[in-house]
């Protein structure tokens, strides 16, 4: 099993940023991407951005030139930089990895961190 811890989220002004972190722990044997979705109240989880083990990204169009990803592939940590905050990004966010055992691909999600954007 693998378990995701993620930090950071909070209360901000529109125009702040904050960085949420996240780390993969437990029984892990090999990273191959990571990556943050995010939930609002009473709509669809939804993709912000994702980063391969090779640091290939994807955002969200909503996102891009303000949100940044990275990870650390020697922590099995991702990170995700929110500049130029809006009240339409406060939802919960949550982080995903996937893990390749043996050619197989298992998900694991963490336990979401809220990130309020009050205008």
């Keep these: ?11 901000v002004q529109a125009g702040g940023a904050l960085r949420l972190s996240c780390a993969a722990s437990g029984s892990i044997f090999s990273i191959n991407a990571m990556g943050w979705y995010r939930q609002a109240p009473g709509k669809q989880r939804d993709l912000v951005a994702t980063i391969s083990s090779r640091s ?5 169009d909503s996102v891009k030139g303000r949100f940044t990803i990275s990870m650390d592939n020697a ?3 991702v990170y995700l930089q929110m500049n130029s905050l809006k009240p339409e990004d406060t939802a919960v966010y949550y982080c995903v990895a ?4 043996h050619g197989i691909l298992y998900e694991y999600w963490g336990q979401g961190t809220q990130v309020t954007v009050s205008s």
């Design 56 to 60: 290939r990204t994807n955002y969200a």
């Design 1 to 11: 099993q693998v378990q995701l811890v993620e930090s950071g989220g909070g209360l």
């Design 98 to 101: 996937d893990d390749v055992v």
């Design 75 to 77: 922590k099995n940590t």
